[in-house]
Nanobody, 131 residues
Framework: QVQLVESGGGLVQAGDSLRLSCAAS???????????MGWFRRAPGKEREFVAA????????DYTESVKDRLTISRDNAKNTVDLQMNSLKPEDTAVYYC?????????????????????WGQGTQVTVSS
C-alpha cells in the first residue's frame, strides 16, 4: 500500500509562492514508475477538483486550465517525492491540497483527472491565500 505525506502548505499573500511536497513510500524499495501522481484540492464549500498530474515514468504532465502558467508539478526519482510549485497565488487557490497516486491510470496509458482512479491519498495540507 502506497503512503503519501504532504507538506509545505501555509498562509501567504496574493502574488506569493509556495512549494508543496508529497513524500511517497510503501513500494519496498521499488520505483513509482508505474504510477501517475496527482494533486487535487478542496476549497471550503466546494467539491474536490483536479489540479495537476504527472506520469512518473515519462514526466508527462497535465494541468487544469485555471492553474496553467502558475503551477508546476514535478517528481524526484531519487527522493520519491512529487512537488507542486505554486507561483502568483490567488485567493481562489485557497484550499486543502491532496496528493494522490494512481496505478490504474498508468495501466490505462492515460494522465487521468478522475479522482476515482487514484487509490492512495495523503492527509492534505492547507493553503490559504489572503488578498
Amino acid at each position: 500500500q502506497v503512503q503519501l505525506v504532504e507538506s509545505g502548505g501555509g498562509l501567504v499573500q496574493a502574488g506569493d509562492s509556495l512549494r508543496l511536497s508529497c513524500a511517497a513510500s510503501g513500494r519496498s524499495g521499488r520505483s513509482f514508475s508505474e504510477y501517475t501522481m496527482g494533486w487535487f484540492r478542496r476549497a471550503p464549500g466546494k467539491e474536490r477538483e483536479f489540479v495537476a498530474a504527472i506520469a512518473w515514468s515519462s514526466g508527462t504532465t497535465d494541468y487544469t486550465e485555471s492553474v496553467k502558467d502558475r503551477l508546476t508539478i514535478s517528481r524526484d526519482n531519487a527522493k520519491n517525492t512529487v512537488d507542486l510549485q505554486m507561483n502568483s497565488l490567488k485567493p481562489e487557490d485557497t484550499a486543502v491540497y491532496y496528493c494522490a497516486a494512481s496505478r490504474s491510470a498508468y495501466r490505462l496509458g492515460i494522465i487521468s483527472r478522475d479522482p476515482l482512479l487514484f487509490s492512495s491519498w495523503g492527509q492534505g495540507t492547507q493553503v490559504t491565500v489572503s488578498s
